[in-house]
């Protein structure tokens, strides 16, 4: 291609582009603001509901823990009934006492049971397990070290979780 055949080349596409209308920067400016506008309000729409959704999360959770023990409570009234009851019995014998206090225990039992609150009772000999037990002497004895020797008071945990250690004894090693 010649030197004059590029500048006639040049000229045409110059020629081109004069024919095309120029945008109208007021048109293009107004689109523009109008998309902003939408946007900001698509942001402000999605603000809202985050915060919404945030406000009903936190009402739910305060309903929760205010209402977290009602289950147990409920399943504890059979208990004060039984207890109340009792000792409401003027002329009761020992013997009637004791199987009061048996049926109430049980019942007190089976409702902690209901919720996950299990005993932890360490049988003598078992191996001490300073995660679910709570050592309160070291005493010489016939069998294996750091075993225990006897359980002074239950423990107990709730879902897994230790809510009271198990106090126990537990034998000394040897020579001590």
């Given amino acids: 291609m ?23 920067p007021s ?50 009234l059979p208990v004060v009934d039984s207890l109340e009851a009792g000792l409401n019995v003027q002329e009761a014998t020992p013997e009637q006492l004791r199987e009061g206090m048996q049926a109430t225990l049980r019942q007190l039992v089976s409702a902690l049971q209901r919720h996950k609150v299990t005993p932890i009772a360490p049988a003598a000999g078992e191996r001490f397990d300073p995660h679910q037990h709570q050592a309160i002497s070291m005493v010489p004895a016939e069998q294996p070290a750091n075993t225990v020797v006897a359980t002074l008071q239950k423990g107990y945990l709730i879902h897994e979780r230790v809510l009271r250690p198990a106090l126990v004894t537990v034998a000394a090693p040897a020579g001590q």
């Fill in 27 to 76: 048109a293009e400016l107004q689109a523009l603001q109008q998309r902003v506008a939408e946007l900001n309000d698509q942001l402000l729409r999605a603000l809202a509901d985050a915060d919404n959704t945030r406000r009903r999360a936190e009402e739910e959770m305060a309903k929760a823990r205010k209402f977290a023990v009602e289950a147990f409570a409920e399943s504890l």
């Fill in 2 to 24: 010649t030197t004059q055949d590029q500048a006639h080349d040049t000229a045409a596409q110059q020629a081109a582009a004069a024919a095309q209308p120029v945008p109208d």
